[in-house]
Nanobody, 114 residues
Framework: QVQPVESGGGLVQPGGSLRLSCAAP????????MAWYRQAPGKERELVAR???????NYADSVKGRFTISRDDAKNTVYLQMNSLKSEDTAVYLC????????WGRGTQVTVSS
């Protein structure tokens, strides 16, 4: 299976933290740009954060200063550290890999609620 696999979602209180992981062991990971998207019910899918194969990053304005994307090419894994979570961060978070091909994971649910 080439599809990336996300993990680490769950229920967290406002102000809390979560770290998402996305493993993609069957692609030439080091040359792929990796990204996290999210989709909330009734809303369009939006880019949360991206990290290029060279390590450059960019973030949605809504998460700047709270979320950090990183990658470990030795483990074929990309991470999303999410701090100071808000209710509006509630969504399904999906991993995206772009290179020779484009791959999407199935997503992991993040729910921020008291």
């Amino acid at each position: 299976q080439v599809q990336p696999v996300e993990s680490g979602g769950g229920l967290v209180q406002p102000g809390g933290s979560l770290r998402l992981s996305c493993a993609a062991p069957r692609i030439p990971f080091s040359i792929y740009d990796m990204a996290w998207y999210r989709q909330a019910p009734g809303k369009e899918r939006e880019l949360v954060a991206r990290i290029t194969s060279g390590g450059s990053t960019n973030y949605a304005d809504s998460v700047k200063g709270r979320f950090t994307i990183s990658r470990d090419d030795a483990k074929n894994t990309v991470y999303l550290q999410m701090n100071s979570l808000k209710s509006e961060d509630t969504a399904v978070y999906l991993c995206n890999a772009v290179g020779y091909h484009t791959y999407w994971g199935r997503g992991t649910q993040v729910t921020v609620s008291s």
